[in-house]
């Protein structure tokens, strides 16, 4: 089992930057991809940037490209995402989500395959 708990959303003015959080505990079952996911009120889940856990390979959706930037922490029990130029439409609860012996792409086209998921984390875009 896996336990994947976010941190860092909060209230932010158009333009502005966050930082989320995502700290993993539990047997990770190497290899594995990671990434994170967001649902905006009232639409469907959507992958934004995953990253496996054997090789740091990394996807990013083409329309988060330059904006959102998925990381690692040293330890490999953390991993960020970086927000930057935040837009009102970026408002959603952000999740981190596990698929076990998942790469990159598929676990981002796919959420619903994702094996272990996180509670989320609310970003509000307001001005």
């Known amino acids: 089992q896996l336990q994947l708990v976010e941190s860092g959303g909060g209230v932010v003015h158009p333009g502005g930057s966050l930082r989320l959080s995502c700290a993993v505990s539990?047997?990770?079952?190497?290899?594995?991809?990671i990434g994170w996911f967001r649902q905006p009120p009232g639409k469907e889940y959507e992958g934004i940037s995953c990253?496996?856990?054997?090789?740091?390979?990394?996807y990013t959706k083409e329309s988060m490209e330059g904006r959102f930037a998925i990381s690692s922490g040293n330890a490999k029990n953390t991993v960020y995402l970086q927000m930057n130029n935040l837009k009102l439409e970026d408002t959603a609860t952000y999740y981190c989500?596990?698929?076990?012996?998942?790469?990159?792409?598929?676990?981002?086209?796919?959420?619903?395959?994702?094996?272990?998921w996180g509670k989320g984390t609310l970003v509000t875009v307001s001005s």
């Open positions: 989500a596990v698929r076990i012996k998942g790469t990159p792409v598929g676990a981002c086209h796919s959420p619903f395959g994702m094996d272990f």
């Open positions: 539990g047997d990770t079952l190497d290899p594995y991809a």
């Open positions: 990253m496996s856990s054997s090789d740091g390979s990394i």
